[in-house]
């Protein structure tokens, strides 16, 4: 189905929506939603372009993937450190994003993160949303209108540093695609930076995990 400029506002706006409804429901559901939220907005782009399910993961799309992900755990690494000296309360904001984690077992974050909600933003922010602003807007700024998106529906969550953060790998992985970069690699990259960055190696511990 050829993406229009009225599929691709509908979009954007059904994600933010989602994301708020993410955002703003009881803490202890918020794995819940974000998991709908990863499967309506990852099924919307699958059920509408068929491309995007002869995505290929090879054994060259595990490697870009895995060295990506590495790239961008460094970026982020760096960014810790840097922003808690800077940012009011960055600290604070960091560990509130960290403590998500307590709310459901470790095994059960990976299958999540790694089966559902990593690949559907993929999916869906690049493949389908970037992907389409690029063929109306051009490679630059389609690619910018798209993290842009993808930095703002994160508002919601009234988290500066966590829309500071999606900000950054939404323009580390849509720089990425807009070079040319393969759709599964970036599935890959997005699985294992959300798993290592969050369950593996975070860049910082609670206070009951030091």
């Known amino acids: 189905m050829k993406k229009s400029l009225p599929m691709l506002g509908f979009a954007t706006a059904l994600a933010a929506i ?41 054994l ?3 490697i870009l993937g895995l060295g990506s992900a590495a790239a961008l755990y460094g970026i982020f690494h760096a960014g810790d450190r840097i922003s808690r000296q800077i940012v009011p ?27 559902i909600i990593g690949p559907a933003e993929e999916f869906f922010w690049r493949g389908f949303l970037q992907d389409g602003l690029m063929k109306k807007f051009g490679r630059v700024w389609g690619s910018l209108m798209a993290i842009a998106a993808y930095g703002g529906v994160h508002i919601a969550s009234g988290n500066f540093m966590l829309v500071g953060a999606a900000t950054v790998a939404g323009a580390f992985w849509g720089g990425l695609y807009a070079l040319g970069f393969p759709l599964g690699a970036l599935i890959v990259s997005h699985i294992a930076w959300d798993n290592i960055i969050f369950l593996i190696a975070p860049t910082t511990k609670l206070e009951e995990e030091k």
């Open 89 to 115: 309360n960055g600290g604070r904001q960091i560990e509130d994003i960290y403590a998500l984690k307590r709310i459901r077992p470790k095994k059960e974050l990976m299958m999540r993160l790694g089966f």
């Open 18 to 58: 989602l994301f708020a409804l993410t955002f703003c429901g009881p803490k202890k559901k918020f794995w819940d939603r974000m998991t709908g939220t990863g499967l309506s907005l990852g099924g919307l782009s699958l059920a509408t372009q068929p491309e995007l399910r002869r995505t290929k993961i090879g």
């Open 60 to 62: 060259k799309e595990i």
